[in-house]
């Protein structure tokens, strides 16, 4: 019958991708959400679509196995959803893009054909790598039906240090430090700043701010490896730098340290408590009134300067809060105002938009396109590279059925 469809797993997605625009028909992947196995000799799990993030984590976790992808919205998004999506989140640092990851995908086309690129191989050069097109497309070339995914050993030792500096300079040589210094056991390096942890404070009962006084910025740190002891010494040896004030040949003005204060979490209570600071960040956004996300990737060193540029030229109409993967070079810059209003709106969009093009960046480093973002693809995609895209949507949906009105820039309604 031709008629549109939108894929929809956990419906969790921040850009409006899963939601249909006019009369197209949800497909509801929650019922396929069947863990089919684990290899644990190669260290990979085959399942459907529909399958919780969290649940699956939780499956491999009883198995000495974890999710190479860790995200806020685990407990509802789909691992289908994830892969449609190239989800990023907290453990992109350590095991890299869903590009990567995933060794194979079932998918159903647009007229119905089952493809079958379910590999469980670690190297197959055989010809085009086809799943690849589905990692990321949200749904418009075919929709995700199975999924085999190369998963990572359950680190033995887990980390966590939070620390408060004085300024976004400090924040980003002690991500340098880190990379040297803990280099094969750093898992993330998130970083926020003291605007998103009031927030956090203020609206999610239980999260306190752990250190004694309060700092700009704030930076997370997590180790994961194999041995504890050999971790713990790593982990104090890096506090212990950061921590001490350089003699201002190296990263840090003379007789500074880098980091201010910090704790080390002691217990997996302790490091919940620390990550929840950061993973409230968008509850606590959105408990706060209306809030316009924008998740862009920039040169680490250049993000912080697109939150104080926003604040400026927004001023009193609103609260604008940087956070992020300060690692992968991703900031969440999120506009917080008690009521939706045009005119703040009209100030961001496309302001931001051409700045992040001036700066060579994404104006979705994580999220996806979704419909919210379409009219801004050309800021991050070449006019060239934008018609190779509507030529592989041609091939793959001529007639425009599979979740119409997202990603690529609108055509003609599906005929
Ligand atoms: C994050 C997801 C939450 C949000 O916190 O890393 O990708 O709304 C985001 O920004
Ligand atoms: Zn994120």
């Known amino acids: ?20 625009l006019f009369d197209e028909v949800i497909v509801s992947m929650s019922r396929m959400n069947s863990i089919i196995s684990l290899d644990p000799l190669a260290g990979i799990v085959t399942c459907e679509a529909g399958v919780v993030l969290e649940r699956l984590n939780e499956y491999l976790e009883e198995r000495d196995f974890v999710m190479p992808l860790d995200l806020g919205a685990k407990g509802s998004c789909h691992v289908g959803g994830n892969a449609a999506t190239n ?57 995700i039906t199975k999924l085999a995914i190369l998963v990572p050993r359950k680190p ?49 009962p239980g999260a306190r701010d752990p250190l004694a006084a309060s700092y700009p910025f704030y930076v997370l740190i997590e180790t994961s490896g194999s041995d504890a002891e050999h ?5 104090n040896r890096f506090l212990e730098s950061v921590m001490t004030p350089s003699s201002g040949a190296g990263d840090a003005p003379g007789g500074e340290a880098l980091v201010q204060d910090g704790t080390l979490a002691q217990d997996r209570t302790q490091m919940k408590a620390l990550w929840k600071l950061r993973e409230g960040i968008a509850e606590a956004l959105m408990k706060n009134g209306v809030v316009y996300k924008y998740d862009i990737s920039l040169p680490t060193d250049k993000m912080y300067d697109f939150v104080e540029d926003m604040q400026r030229r927004l001023g009193q109409r609103a609260l604008v809060v940087g956070y992020g993967h300060l690692g992968d070079g991703n900031l969440h810059l999120n506009v917080s105002v008690p009521q939706h209003s045009t ?32 009219k801004y693809l050309h800021f991050s995609k070449s006019p060239e590279a934008i018609g190779v895209m509507q030529r592989i949507k041609n091939l793959f949906d001529p007639h425009g059925i599979l979740n119409p009105y997202k990603v690529l820039p609108a055509r003609s309604a599906p005929t």
């Open 156 to 204: 033995k030792a887990v980390h966590v240090a939070f620390f408060g500096l004085s300024s976004y300079e400090k924040c980003l040589a002690t991500l340098v430090r880190a990379r040297s210094e803990l280099s094969e056991v750093l898992s993330a390096v998130e970083f926020l700043d003291r605007s998103s942890l009031e927030l956090v404070t203020r609206h999610l």
């Open 343 to 374: 005119e703040v709106h009209g100030l961001i969009e496309p302001y931001l938009f051409e700045r992040v093009h001036a700066h060579k960046g994404s104006v979705s480093a994580e999220h996806g396109m979704g419909q919210c973002k379409v």
């Open 231 to 235: 971790d713990n010494e790593k982990l």
């Open 1 to 20: 019958r031709r008629l549109a469809v939108v894929p929809q797993g956990g419906n969790t997605g921040l850009v409006g991708g899963s939601v249909p």
């Open 87 to 143: 989800a990023g989140g907290i453990r992109f640092l350590r095991y890299g893009s869903l590009h990567g990851s995933i060794l194979g995908l079932e998918a159903v086309l647009a007229d119905g054909t089952v493809l079958d690129s379910l590999s469980s191989l670690r190297k197959d050069n055989t010809g085009y790598d086809v799943k690849q097109l589905f990692i990321g497309s949200e749904g418009t070339l075919g929709i």
